[in-house]
């Protein structure tokens, strides 16, 4: 952005614009752009797709990208990945959110303090990461822009002297012999060290180690507002100071001092952000354990010799050789070799998949006993792999809507507790106590408060959900979708390929001189060129049986109704029961054969002798149900979950499936287009339903969908329109996704509870004078440490599916 010469107070912009064909396009876009408040001399260039225009305020840039959508066209947005260091609480987390999306050219920004990173999402060209880190430095934090989108929790996984455990081991030591007298006191023992020797044991915990509380409360003061950090500063210092003062006014009677107070909130308080990192580290592991899969390089074959080169110089084509139990190192197809691959880290699924040429194999799972030579078919930010990465990342980056409650508390949370400290010392004092006391209290009172807790309490829980998500196939895309899922109350099935193989096979053949493998050889002569499903399931049958296949010529299609061709000199034609009728071809004895498969809801197809106008025989084919779908249908009704199936196939073909699986309802025949609006009327009375589907026909549904569960065997397309994908095509790891919501929102539910709680009871018993400091800080630190503990018992969480049938 460059300032105007001709107009200080304006600031020149261009806004990328998508969509624009022609000189229309152009004039509409500036006739949008030209009636925004606050937007002057608009040019938009059709040959660039940019607008350029000045624009008073950041307010009056975003109206413009409004307007450009209202237009009919798009203002493109891009994201980008800031790692924040120095927040403590959620206050720092509201401060940086305000301060980035006061940035012109911000459309959003979320800050996770789990993973102490921030996602901006910017209009594409308007802003760039080094000035969104320069705002969040100026706003009292340090930030960091993030070159590899997966390299999650590089944040959390920072160490140094600082971060780790020997502070506070230190800080401990010194403070120790400062509470020892007290613990003395308890037995009847009295002793009590010269103030100046408890001031030398005080003054490096207070100033050394109490310093990351001075610095980032001195950061928040000068950005006008309050944080964790200065609660404690505030709190300790005023302890600290109350007692050199007393030391030096006493004279020969020394009093009780509080430097123990202040020295042992320190440790306690740098004690639960120590356990704190770790347990935050522990909700990242799975992103990174997946991170992980990634191998450095790869063996490539290039002309004729193999050589190893670095994994990001292997290109779209490359032949890559993988040996016997090394990782798979980018997505590929198999050419030479065959071997089983370990899935189970993608998939959660831990049955070897046999691989043989043809088969894909994908980027970080492990070859096992064969040597395998592939042919690169993705590589870097393309791979399964990277976009799984990237899937969790953003649901981990998200924020649930139930974190909205915690953002409002937590924008008043500092102000309103340092007003009460300020009134429990003055009611303490006032009313005619000790000022000591009273000023203790309000230390306490500062102490106790933890506006920590609050702001980990979603995020937490959120990481560890998904990560126990992902390590079991369920990748959730969005915080939304997780916290939605568990409200869920129809689930709305597609049939082929989500309850389904999705893979026709031969379920009868009959022929009508009895004789079986004649006609099997007929019917795979006429087949063997084509790659129609149905065609495959022939030719596979005949190969399985060993059945010899005779050659065939004039082979043709007839749209609409069949193929033709001839064979052993014989014409003959497959095809539909139209085909039958318009042959003039008698079904005989296979008539009733016929009518009871096509009730099973089968596909029935005629091969018919044409010079003789006789039916040789019909074969019919089926869509078998996959193996976890009764469980699947049996678990959501066991959960009062009403199940439907939306589907484009016949009708006899859905209520075959439905009267298999038991599902409550079927809708047959319906169109793809057809399936939102089927989606929006199962949403009538308030219900809240989720779709799973897997193809691209499936896409509307899904989008429209409350919750929409994709299945990973079928298309991108679907998977993108989808909340939710399952990486096995097992149904019944929709129940399993569907539990997972349910156990995470009730750990997001108890730590809000307990983190609200802290407060709401610690608050007013410090202002009452029942806490002690030094138990305040005991309680704030643990409140903290126990909310992310609890978060971490997600991980423990297992899916049910494919566990019924091991039993």
């Known amino acids: 952005m460059t300032s105007s010469a001709s107009t200080p107070s304006s600031s020149e912009w261009r806004l990328p614009v998508e969509g624009m064909t022609c000189a229309s396009c152009v004039r509409r876009v500036e006739t949008a752009l030209a009636r925004v408040p606050g937007v002057r001399e608009v040019a938009v260039n059709l040959a660039t797709e940019q607008a350029t225009l000045q624009a008073e305020s950041g307010a009056a840039l975003a109206a413009a990208a409004q307007a450009v959508s209202a237009a009919g066209y798009e203002v493109p947005r891009a994201e980008i990945a800031l790692d924040i260091a120095d927040m403590t609480c959620a206050s720092c987390v509201g401060r940086v959110e305000r301060a980035l999306r006061a940035v012109p050219g911000v459309a959003d920004a979320q800050v996770n303090l789990a993973t102490e990173r921030a996602t901006v999402t910017v209009l594409r060209g308007a802003v760039d ?3 969104l880190a320069e705002v969040v430095t100026r706003a009292g934090y ?157 063996q490539v074959r290039r002309n004729g010799a193999e050589q190893t080169v670095p994994l990001v110089q292997v290109r779209v084509g490359d032949d890559i050789v993988v040996r016997p139990g090394e990782r798979i190192p980018v997505d590929a197809e198999v050419i030479e070799g065959g071997s089983h691959a370990d899935e189970s880290m993608l998939t959660g699924e831990p049955v070897p998949v046999p691989k043989q040429p043809g088969d894909r194999l994908t980027g970080g799972s492990i070859n096992q006993e064969g040597l395998l030579v592939a042919r690169t078919v993705a590589v870097g930010a393309e791979t399964v792999l990277a976009r799984i990465i990237r899937m969790v990342e953003h649901a981990q980056a998200a924020k649930a809507p139930i974190q909205r409650l915690v953002d409002r508390v937590s924008a008043v949370f500092v102000p309103v507790v340092l007003g009460i400290a300020l009134a429990t010392l003055l009611g303490w004092g006032l009313l005619g106590h000790d000022w000591s006391a009273a000023l203790l209290n309000a230390v306490a009172v500062l102490v106790i408060a933890c506006p920590c807790a609050l702001g980990l309490a979603t995020p937490t829980a959120i990481m560890a959900g998904t990560g126990a998500g992902a390590r079991a196939g369920i990748l959730i895309k969005d915080a939304e979708a997780l916290e939605l899922a568990h409200r869920v109350s129809v689930v709305a099935f597609d049939k082929t390929g989500t309850l389904t193989v999705g893979k026709p096979e031969v379920v009868a053949l009959l022929a009508a001189d009895g004789d079986e493998g004649a006609l099997l050889a007929r019917l795979a002569a006429l087949q063997a060129g084509s790659e129609h499903p149905l065609a495959r399931a022939v030719t596979t049958l005949a190969a399985a049986r060993g059945i010899g296949v005779p050659a065939a010529s004039n082979v043709h299609a007839l749209p609409g109704r069949g193929i033709a061709g001839l064979v052993q000199a014989q014409s003959l034609q497959l095809g539909s029961e139209g085909l039958r009728v318009s042959l003039q071809a008698d079904a005989g004895a296979l008539a009733g ?215």
């Open 129 to 131: 990461a080094a000035a």
């Open 142 to 298: 340090g930030a960091t822009p993030v070159a590899d989108a997966a390299a999650v929790g590089t944040a959390t996984t920072h160490h140094d002297f600082w971060s780790g455990p020997w502070p506070v081991a230190i800080s401990a030591a010194l403070s120790l012999p400062l509470v020892a007298p007290m613990v003395l006191e308890w037995f009847g023992i009295h002793a009590m060290l010269p103030g100046w020797v408890q001031w030398l044991l005080a003054t490096p915990v207070q100033f050394v180690f109490g310093w990351r509380f001075y610095k980032a409360g001195y950061k928040a003061v000068r950005a006008g507002a309050g944080n964790m950090d200065l609660l404690v500063a505030l709190g300790t210092s005023a302890a600290y100071g109350l007692s050199i003062w007393q030391m030096f006014a006493a004279g020969e009677a020394m009093p009780h001092l509080y430097f123990e107070s202040a020295a042992v909130v320190i440790t306690l308080v740098r004690l639960g952000k120590w356990l704190e990192t770790r347990a935050k580290r522990q909700t990242a592991e799975a992103i990174r354990a997946l991170a992980a899969l990634r191998p450095d390089t790869a």
């Open 593 to 807: 054969d016929a009518e009871r498969l096509r009730q099973q809801g089968r596909t029935v197809s005629w091969l018919i002798d044409v010079g003789r106008k006789q039916v040789l025989g019909l074969v019919a084919f089926g869509d078998a149900v996959k193996p976890g779908a009764a469980v699947a249908i049996a678990r959501l009704r066991g959960a009062g979950i009403r199940t439907v199936m939306l589907t484009g196939d016949n009708a006899g073909a859905a209520a075959q499936v439905a009267g298999q699986l038991g599902l409550d309802d079927v809708q047959a025949e319906v169109l793809p287009q057809d399936k939102a609006a089927r989606v929006a009327a199962l949403k009538q009375d308030g219900a809240v339903v989720a779709m799973v589907g897997d193809g691209i026909n499936d896409a509307p549904a899904l989008a429209a969908a409350d919750v929409g569960v994709a299945m990973s065997t079928g298309t991108d397309v679907a998977m993108h329109a989808a909340g939710i994908t399952v990486m096995r095509g097992d149904p019944s790891l929709v129940a399993d996704a569907l539990a997972l919501s349910h156990r995470t929102v009730r750990k997001i539910r108890q730590n809000l509870f307990w983190a609200f709680v802290y407060n709401v009871v610690g608050i007013p018993l410090a202002a009452a004078g029942l806490l002690n400091p030094v138990v305040a800080g005991a309680a704030m630190a643990f409140s903290s440490v126990s909310v992310v503990g609890n978060a971490l018992l997600l991980r423990r969480w297992q899916p049910q599916a494919g566990k019924e049938a091991t039993r």
